[in-house]
Structures are given as structure tokens and as C-alpha cells.
């Protein structure tokens, strides 16, 4: 499928590749027979940041295998409140906890050469996928944990946690 809208996206007048993207927050979870990991806040209960970054690698490698290109993964959502509907996709209510686990990112996209500059993005070759971090700023805590809701912070909350 994708590989079709890819091939009709190219021979256009204009030649512009789509960007397809997928959800794999913990595995290619909407392919048959793909490695299925634990949630984010299982993940960081390990506080074991190289298994992430491991478990972003082998999450790239299946989602490159079925021709996507970018994944929509990492969540870096702080949860703050446990009512909060996708609470399970954050890594932890702890900042550090979730700056850590994004790891997963250099596990998706491959480590950066030796003298790439900071600040420029980089993806690794053929196993490796475009990361796309999610949601938005703040919705891990939102008024009554409301999903899509209203994030009510103060400006140091908004700094010091979700940002």
C-alpha cells in the first residue's frame, strides 16, 4: 500500500515522496506478528535507559521493514495525573525519568557520527526511522487529566516539567 502512493506521489508532475508515518510508541503495534514491548510506563519503571534505546532499534528495524519511514514515537508526555487517559504512553510522572527514556530517539534514528553538530537532525540509513516525539507540550498534565484537555501549569511547571 504504501509503497503504491509512494510510486504515484514520485511519477507526479511535481515528483514530491509522501512522508508516511506509523504509531509505534512500544513496537509496530499495527502490523501482524511484530514485536509488541511494554508500555512506556513500564519501560521507565526499569529506569534502564540503554533498553530503550534498544527497544527503539529493533521497533525501527520493523517499521522500516514494512516501508515506513517515520515513526510517531517517542510519547515524552509528563504524566502528572494517573486519571489521565493515555497514562500508560508516558515513561513516568518523574522529568528525569522521562529526559532519560529518550534514549528511544538515538534507538530509532541511530547514533549521530562523531562531529554531526548539535541541533541537526540525523537518521542513521536503512534500519533506522525519522522520530516524531509526541504529543504536545503539557498534556501529560491536564485539568483532571483530561485527555485533550486543558493543561492549566504555571510558567515554572510548564518549564521545569513539561518542557
Known amino acids: 500500500m504504501i509503497d503504491t502512493f509512494q510510486n504515484s506521489a514520485l511519477q507526479s508532475r511535481l515528483g514530491i515522496p509522501i512522508i508516511y508515518a506509523t504509531d509505534a510508541v512500544h513496537g509496530h503495534n499495527n502490523v501482524f506478528g ?3 514491548f511494554p508500555h512506556n510506563i513500564g519501560l521507565g519503571a ?3 535507559a540503554d533498553l530503550v534505546q534498544r ?10 521493514a514494512t516501508g515506513v519511514h517515520c515513526a510517531f514515537a517517542p510519547c515524552v508526555a ?3 495525573d494517573p486519571r489521565w487517559g493515555r497514562y500508560y504512553e508516558s515513561f513516568s510522572e518523574d522529568t528525569e525519568i522521562v529526559r532519560n527514556m529518550a534514549s528511544i530517539v ?4 541511530g547514533l549521530p557520527p562523531a562531529g554531526h553538530p ?3 537532525p540525523y537518521v542513521a540509513g536503512r534500519n533506522n526511522v525519522i522520530a516524531c516525539a509526541k504529543h ?3 498534556d501529560g498534565g491536564t485539568d483532571k487529566g483530561i485527555n485533550e484537555g486543558n493543561a492549566i501549569l504555571s510558567l515554572s511547571d510548564l518549564e521545569n516539567i513539561h518542557m
Open 34 to 36: 511484530a514485536t509488541i
Open 46 to 48: 526499569t529506569r534502564d
Open 55 to 64: 527497544i527503539g532499534a529493533a521497533t525501527a528495524l520493523e517499521v522500516r
Open 78 to 80: 509528563v504524566a502528572r
Open 106 to 109: 538515538a534507538g530509532l534514528q
Open 118 to 120: 548539535n541541533g541537526y
Open 136 to 138: 504536545f507540550v503539557g
